[in-house]
């Protein structure tokens, strides 16, 4: 028998409500989907989508802490961009080529600007002025500069340069850059996790962990598993969305696709800097901003080959455009290591200006 003085710890065997409620969703919205099709589904998925990143972003946390905040910012990362990365395949395999450039694109500027702003007008509301460390977030920006030039040159080549075999040509060139993306994304994480690690993992930060490290990755897999299931009815649903609603395919997937496909960075990055540990919300964002540029995106070149219509690096230059001013942006907020709610806003409005542009996009 417990004393009665005894305080009972919080059990860690048993799944989260909240979780329970994100599978029950699921399978709900499944006979939904498959019965209506078309728009339905496609919002359906989308919602049903948020609540899973909710729990994935709880996950996350919960491994950050066991972790530390640069791993834990990189692991946000890694698991949230896994459901951009199925979203990407599976559209890739219906030929929506285009769609799957502008979710890049929307990827890219959404975590630098929306999912940053939004950390840094939340955290600013709560704590005034918060703190991190600039190295690393300059380092994150020099890596996007680094995609940027990488984008330049394929695009600037097919649109510019009038010779034969050019989309081949261009081809090949962009299969060379994305090796040399890979290359310089894994040079990164032993820059992060190995020999400049102090940069990434400050002391202060490292929450405690209530839940056991096997119970965090088992939810954090099982709801991954719940996102790749919607997002799989959500690219089936695209086409047929866009011509009921009316607005063009690089809207959808610079904005839309690119939102809900990156959820679970919306979630975790607001949370972080709502605690105070702005050094790992700024991680999440830049470093999945990072991770869609130089690994990613690559990634999706190769695997395009697989089916009728390979991608290309070689995107619109409305599209490059902004992913280069996004880029800009952050590193002048980042370079003083500090932020405020303004400084979100900003960036929020900078967001918005780009998405206005891009709603009036042909």
Same mark, same amino acid.
């Given at each position: ?26 399978? &709900?919205?499944l ?17 049903? &989508? ?13 491994l ?39 979710? /890049? ?17 939340? @955290? ?24 940027? &030039? ?15 075999d ?6 090949a060139?962009?299969?060379? /850059? ?5 290359t310089? $994304? ?7 996790l ?6 990434? +993992? ?23 598993i ?26 959808? @997937? ?7 496909? +990156? ?12 605690? +105070?540990?702005? +050094? ?61 709610? $303004? ?20």
């Amino acid at each position: 028998m417990k004393a009665s003085g005894d305080v009972e710890q919080p059990s860690t065997k048993r799944l989260p409500f909240s979780f329970i409620v994100c599978i029950v969703l699921v399978i &709900i919205s499944l006979p939904v989907a498959l019965g209506y099709g078309g728009i339905t589904t496609f919002i359906f998925s989308s919602i049903t &989508i948020l609540p899973l990143a909710f729990v994935m972003g709880r996950a996350t946390e919960e491994l950050a802490a066991h972790l530390g905040p640069g791993a834990g910012g990189l692991l946000n990362a890694t698991f949230g961009n896994a459901t951009e990365l199925i979203i990407a395949i599976f559209a890739l395999s219906s030929g929506l080529v285009e769609i799957v450039k502008a979710s /890049i694109t929307g990827s890219i500027i959404g975590n630098i600007l929306l999912v940053l702003g939004l950390s840094m007008l939340v @955290g600013g509301i709560r704590h005034k002025e918060q703190k991190f460390d600039s190295n690393a977030a300059t380092t994150r920006s020099t890596m996007l500069v680094l995609a940027v &030039i990488a984008l330049i040159m394929p695009t600037l080549f097919l649109r510019y340069i009038d010779i034969p075999d050019v989309e081949a040509i261009t081809d090949a060139m962009s299969i060379g /850059i994305a090796c040399i993306l890979i290359t310089a $994304y894994i040079l990164g994480l032993v820059f992060s996790l190995r020999t400049h690690k102090h940069f990434y +993992n400050p002391a202060g930060e490292e929450g405690v962990a209530v839940w056991s490290k096997k119970k965090a990755i088992l939810v954090l897999v099982l709801a991954t598993i719940g996102v790749a299931i919607e997002s799989h009815l959500l690219v089936g649903s695209i086409e047929s969305s866009i011509q009921a609603i009316g607005i063009s395919e690089i809207f959808i @997937g610079v904005i839309v696709i690119a939102i809900v496909g +990156n959820a679970a960075e919306h979630g975790s990055a607001i949370l972080m800097a709502w605690k +105070n540990k702005m +050094n790992l919300s700024v991680s999440i964002a830049t470093s999945s901003s990072t991770q869609i540029a130089l690994f990613v995106a690559p990634v999706l070149v190769f695997v395009s080959h697989l089916f009728a219509s390979p991608m290309t690096l070689a995107f619109e230059i409305f599209e490059l455009v902004s992913i280069a001013l996004a880029v800009v942006v952050l590193h002048m907020v980042s370079v003083d290591g500090k932020s405020n709610w $303004y400084e979100g806003v900003l960036l929020i409005m900078v967001y918005t200006i780009i998405a206005i542009g891009f709603f009036f996009h042909p």
